[in-house]
């Protein structure tokens, strides 16, 4: 049994999952559906099949870690159905998302049968991208500080260097080092620096824009991939880290600071070339008696 709702929370009849759809046509969907093991493809997928049978306006697949939408964005006076997906285990952990239908008019009996039918099918490849994608941030994340990790930095930086490519857009790179990072550790424990760590870690999100990316190598070494295409933009954000780093309590109480290094995208290189770059302007900073930004 299914138990749809509207967003004024009144509740509809329980809806059966009484197949109303032929066996061409469940064949027919589940063909689109089994197509792709990507999260955001299969949602526009599935959009598209639901199109196809139902006056639906948008759709939301909401506490995968973000919120997908599809179509539209949601009007006023349209029927809003959400429906549970708390069935749906991703490795040990069981979810508890929905998906958010929205409809261009109020559906008919026959209606809902159909997108219960088509909800029905949806899960079985919907637990398989989400599975697909939990492994997959598994490979690409650090699990102590959430940020990316070296294989996440490689994926990204590969990305701009494409968009470049298309469209001489530039960006710029960032290299953190913490100073007297060791000294945490060997003073006062590794669940200490874990907390220096995880904290570095807020700042630099804090420090950057939303739509750009922050890493950790590994041991007290962080990235920053910054969407600039000069050189006082890049040092502004290095010298915005480094007041911050600053002002935080359990970072200065432990003396702990950033040496960084940085540089531009230039035409014609390779990622090789570009981090090589500003490592080595983040060791001309550490020589230089730390707590410094040094461009390449």
Known sequence: MIQFETTADTAFSPITER???????????????????ELSTLGSLYFTQLATFLPVESLDLSDFGETLRYGLRPRDNIETIS?????????????????????GEMLAPTQRRILANLHHIFIRPL????????????????????????NGFNDAAQRLINRNVRSDQLFGLLVVDLDNFKQVNDCYGHQQGDRVLQETAHILLDCIRGHEEAFRFGGDEFCCLLDVDNAQELN???????????????????GVTSSIGG??????DSLEMIFERADKALYEAKDGGKDT????
């Open 19 to 37: 197949e109303v759809l032929s066996s061409d046509q469940i064949n027919s969907v589940l063909s689109q559906l089994t197509s792709t093991i």
């Open 83 to 103: 429906l549970p997906v708390s069935s749906i285990k991703c490795g040990e952990n069981q979810t508890s998302a929905y998906i958010r239908y929205q409809f």
């Open 127 to 150: 637990s398989h991208a989400l599975e697909f994608r939990r492994l997959k941030l598994m490979a690409t994340k650090d699990p102590l500080t959430n940020l990316g990790n070296r």
């Open 236 to 254: 502004t954000v290095a010298q915005r880290i480094q007041r911050a780093m600053h002002r935080h309590p359990l970072l200065t109480s432990h």
């Open 263 to 268: 540089s531009l995208f230039r035409a014609g």
């Open 293 to 296: 930004y040094q461009a390449a």
